[in-house]
């Protein structure tokens, strides 16, 4: 038999990294699921995508929620789905060449895009606010990050003609990239930890409670 070819045999580095990215579980505001990875960015690379909500995305594993009387009126097939207040994805990248413009062998990339309430849309600041949201919640997470970079863009959306009557709404866009300092591959668990708390925060949900996480049986 063959043996298989060193191109794709998956790096221990990155496989362990992974393992734990896919340990991450939705919280009872944010959905997380992986989704395919962009292939040409690094020679391996995963991907997460999350979503979060005002209410409850689901109720908990096993829970069974309290019986409610029957609607007499019109059911809205939507309306008991709660509001989704900002979106995200996040891809690590793996090149154990160690690119010069990263400075390490992992890279992180990270898209969010959250509604805003309307004084915050239009606040001048809020570039540079928002890029403090991201800077404070890896100090929070005690992660270190190299060449960081990024962009926050507002996004004005406004309806004409039959959809007129549907209010306009600024969101905030955000892209950044940095290279995570990890003393261990599984270490990347702390960066994806305060990428969703930057999701949060964009969405305006306060932090997780102590002892939640989005990765759970990880200890510092």
């Known amino acids: 038999m063959t043996a298989p070819s060193e191109l794709k045999r998956i790096p221990a580095d990155f496989d362990r990294a992974a393992a734990v990215l896919r340990e991450a579980v939705s919280t009872p505001h944010v959905t997380i699921a992986e989704i395919p990875a962009p292939g040409r960015l690094a020679p391996w690379a995963l991907a997460l995508g999350?979503?979060?909500?005002?209410?409850?995305?689901?109720?908990?594993?096993g829970a069974h929620p309290a019986p409610v009387a029957a609607p007499t009126g019109p059911v809205d097939?939507?309306?008991?789905?709660?509001?989704?207040?900002?979106?995200?994805r996040i891809v690590v990248l793996y090149d154990p060449a160690a690119p010069a413009e990263w400075g390490g062998a992992f890279r992180i990339v990270s898209y969010i895009r959250a509604?805003?309430?309307?004084?915050?849309g239009h606040e001048a600041m809020l570039g540079s606010v928002a890029w403090s949201w991201l800077t404070e919640a890896l100090e929070d997470a005690e992660c270190e990050a190299l060449s960081m970079g990024g962009t926050t863009t507002r996004v004005l959306?406004?309806?004409?003609?039959?959809?007129?009557?549907?209010?306009?709404?600024?969101?905030?866009?955000?892209?950044?990239?940095?290279?995570?300092?990890?003393?261990?591959?599984?270490?990347?668990?702390?960066?994806?930890?305060a990428w969703v708390a930057l999701l949060s925060t964009a969405a305006g949900l306060p932090p997780l409670p102590a002892g939640v996480t989005p990765l759970p049986g990880r200890r510092r």
């Open 50 to 61: 999350a979503e979060v909500f005002a209410g409850p995305a689901a109720p908990p594993a």
């Open 77 to 88: 097939a939507g309306e008991d789905e709660p509001d989704e207040l900002a979106t995200g």
């Open 115 to 120: 509604e805003l309430e309307r004084d915050l």
């Open 157 to 193: 959306s406004e309806s004409f003609g039959t959809l007129a009557e549907r209010p306009s709404t600024i969101d905030l866009e955000m892209r950044a990239s940095w290279t995570p300092v990890l003393a261990a591959p599984e270490r990347i668990g702390d960066h994806l930890e």
